[in-house]
């Protein structure tokens, strides 16, 4: 039993960590209109949280919070992997980096089984927000590639992660639904609560 | 039925080891041949859609004119300017002067 809590527990922690760094990162490229994390907790405050609740997912499951961490961190910087970061390598590298340091770290298999789960839900996000994405200009895989593409390569990685790891597959899609729920509901709190101009 | 090799199994699902045929390398053999089937569909259809682009873009780029042409003679109005036809002996090489002018064939063509 406690296994299982503890890995849902690692999936949810890490998910919100995820999604606090990628509210900073979002806010920082301007790309929001910073009703965010940023928002609701300053730049600072979402940074140490993000930062706690990693290391509170750590704890949990060492494993399943490292490899999904850094898988989400490679699929993350796939959106433009030419651009240069500020560690002066291009996002593409990095991304491999990341991917490697999972699979010597923890083997193939669970850094693979991690990457399907970030591949799936960074797709079905794509998918899902694609005309609000087209509109506002973001990047977006479904508007660089297509969406037949986009469709076929999610069933293709979550065949890879339903093979390799079902459990790790369904807590995650969970996971970052929950988040990402909460999230709008927080952010659609804050919008209705301002008062009107 | 005889077990194909227990280094498949070891390899994708060590979990499995042991199992029975149906439960470990059959089912194995049948997610990894999913998996290659759908990848062969991917890399098929986005190279087939690379390419059925390039080519649509030459034959659309080939078929404009003539059917710009037919049909402003259809029309009696030249399509792209405007140019009504006062004078029918003259009207079609006017087309085709107004063609030239637009220099349709010479439009950068998307990659």
């Known amino acids: ?197 | 039925m005889t077990r194909l090799s227990d280094d498949l199994v070891a390899l994708w699902a060590p979990e499995r080891l042991g199992r029975s045929w149906k439960e470990g390398e059959c089912s194995i053999l049948l997610q990894l041949l999913a998996i290659l089937f759908l990848i062969g569909i991917l890399l098929g259809y986005v190279v087939g859609r690379r390419f059925g682009k390039k080519e649509g873009f030459r034959l659309g780029f080939s078929y404009a004119p003539l059917e710009l042409r037919r049909l402003s003679l259809l029309e009696g109005q030249c399509r792209l300017c405007g140019r009504q036809n006062d004078d029918p002996s003259s009207f079609d090489s006017d087309l085709q002067v107004c063609y030239d002018q637009t220099k349709l064939a010479a439009i950068d063509r998307p990659e």
Request: charge should be neutral; proline fraction near 3%; aromatic fraction near 8%.
């Open chain 1, 1 to 197: 039993m406690w296994p299982s809590i503890s890995r849902l527990g690692a999936v949810l922690c890490m998910a919100l960590a995820v999604k606090l760094m990628d509210d900073l990162l979002d806010g920082d490229l301007g790309r929001v209109d910073r009703e965010g994390a940023e928002a609701v907790l300053g730049a600072g405050g979402a940074a140490a949280y993000a930062l706690f609740l990693g290391m509170v997912a750590a704890a949990l499951n060492t494993e399943w919070a490292v490899t999904l961490f850094l898988a989400a961190y490679a699929v993350g910087m796939l959106d433009d992997p030419l651009r240069r970061l500020p560690s002066r390598l291009p996002a593409g590298v990095e991304s491999f980096l990341a991917v490697m340091i999972g699979i010597l770290a923890y083997g193939w298999r669970s850094a693979l089984a991690s990457l399907a789960c970030m591949v799936v839900i960074q797709a079905l996000d794509d998918l899902v927000d694609y005309r609000r994405d087209l509109q506002a200009g973001r990047r977006n895989w479904v508007t660089a590639t297509g969406k037949f593409e986009v469709a076929l390569m999610t069933v293709i990685w979550l065949i890879i992660g339903l093979s390799l790891d079902e459990m790790r597959l369904a807590a995650s899609i969970s996971g970052a639904w929950l988040v990402g729920f909460g999230a709008a509901r927080v952010s659609a709190g804050r919008l209705g609560a301002r008062p009107s101009a």
